[in-house]
């Protein structure tokens, strides 16, 4: 009950989305939810893994073109002791027909200074000849 008034003191002082409250506060409250049904929705996740704790939030991944559900999530607590006591009760059960693997989320890496590819590559002019290439060759070394 603790950590509920501590995060709404927070939402008071500072409004903000439950995922950056959740960024705050360390990634242990996170579990990751694999192995979900494709008709799993977000609200039968909250109510699924709040047996366990005060959940902040439950977020299926969709794909962006079929926006149906990759068949993974994740489901944030107010308190990692209740992130812990669901990871052990829930993963390898059945919820929906399917059974789920339950893991402590992992932080998002972002690669710094790597370029993110945008189309094919730019076309490299092939030589006509084994002369051409000979001369390439030479040009280079």
Not at 5 to 25: D, H, T, W
Not at 56 to 75: L, N, P, Q, T, Y
Not at 111 to 130: W, Y
Request: proline share 6%; hydrophobic share 40%.
């Amino acid at each position: 009950m603790a950590a509920f008034r501590g995060i709404a003191r927070e939402l008071l002082r500072n409004p903000r989305s439950p995922s950056q409250l959740v960024f705050n506060r360390g990634v242990s409250s996170k579990l990751f939810v694999g192995g979900l049904s494709f008709y799993t929705t977000e609200k039968y996740l909250a109510e699924a893994f709040s047996q366990f704790g005060q959940v902040v939030e439950a977020k299926i991944v969709m794909d962006r073109v079929s926006d149906r559900s990759k068949g993974f999530g994740f489901v944030t607590f107010a308190a990692e002791d209740e992130a812990q006591k669901a990871l052990e009760e829930m993963n390898g059960k059945a919820l929906n027909g399917r059974v789920v693997f339950v893991d402590i989320a992992k932080p998002t890496r972002f690669s710094e200074g790597m370029p993110i590819a945008r189309g094919p590559p730019e076309p490299v002019e092939a030589p006509q000849s084994t002369a051409q290439l000979d001369s390439r060759i030479q040009d280079s070394g």
